[in-house]
């Protein structure tokens, strides 16, 4: 946490990996589901799967507190804001499977929420963008290996 965009990329190609694309992150997030969190659309059942607003007493969690997405993955909704890859734009229309983002806008993608959000921000489709030398408090990230495409 607290960390901001380069220093989040250094450490994910320090180990062998890469901040993932939004893409990539956003399936990872929804875990199969095409609904609002990976669990569904019951709100009431956020607590069991994030730390945010409500019961997150306003700081980070530890990590696998809270239920797995479908894909085995912790705290893809809320806790942390994560960095990825892309530079924030507009979507572009059309279906891509990992579409390339805009080219640098100024401006990187958060995605996940945080301890400090409510449940709406917590959606695996939210996401919004800062600058990348911003740091903050409620900034993570997670890094990705993806096998070399052929």
């Given at each position: 946490?607290d960390?901001?965009?380069?220093?989040?990329?250094?450490?994910?190609?320090?180990?062998?990996?890469?901040?993932?694309?939004?893409?990539?992150?956003?399936?990872?997030?929804?875990?199969?589901s095409?609904?609002?969190?990976?669990?569904?659309?019951?709100?009431?059942?956020?607590?069991?799967?994030?730390?945010?607003?409500?019961?997150?007493?306003?700081?980070?969690?530890?990590?696998?507190?809270?239920?797995?997405?479908?894909?085995?993955?912790?705290?893809?909704?809320?806790?942390?804001?994560?960095?990825?890859l892309?530079w924030y734009?507009?979507?572009?229309?059309?279906?891509?499977?990992?579409?390339?983002?805009?080219?640098?806008?100024?401006?990187?993608?958060?995605?996940?929420?945080?301890?400090?959000?409510p449940?709406?921000?917590?959606?695996?489709?939210?996401?919004?963008?800062?600058?990348?030398?911003?740091?903050?408090?409620?900034?993570?990230?997670?890094?990705?290996?993806?096998?070399?495409?052929?």
């Amino acid at each position: 946490m607290d960390v901001y965009w380069q220093e989040a990329r250094s450490f994910c190609q320090r180990v062998g990996g890469d901040l993932p694309s939004e893409a990539q992150w956003e399936y990872a997030a929804r875990g199969g589901s095409r609904t609002r969190w990976s669990f569904g659309d019951d709100e009431s059942q956020l607590a069991s799967h994030a730390w945010f607003a409500d019961n997150a007493k306003s700081e980070a969690q530890p990590v696998k507190q809270k239920r797995a997405n479908p894909l085995g993955l912790y705290d893809m909704h809320g806790n942390a804001w994560e960095w990825t890859l892309d530079w924030y734009g507009d979507y572009q229309a059309g279906s891509f499977v990992d579409p390339e983002g805009p080219k640098a806008t100024g401006r990187r993608v958060l995605r996940g929420g945080s301890f400090f959000n409510p449940p709406a921000v917590l959606r695996s489709a939210d996401r919004v963008f800062v600058v990348p030398e911003f740091r903050n408090w409620v900034n993570g990230f997670r890094c990705v290996r993806v096998p070399p495409q052929h």
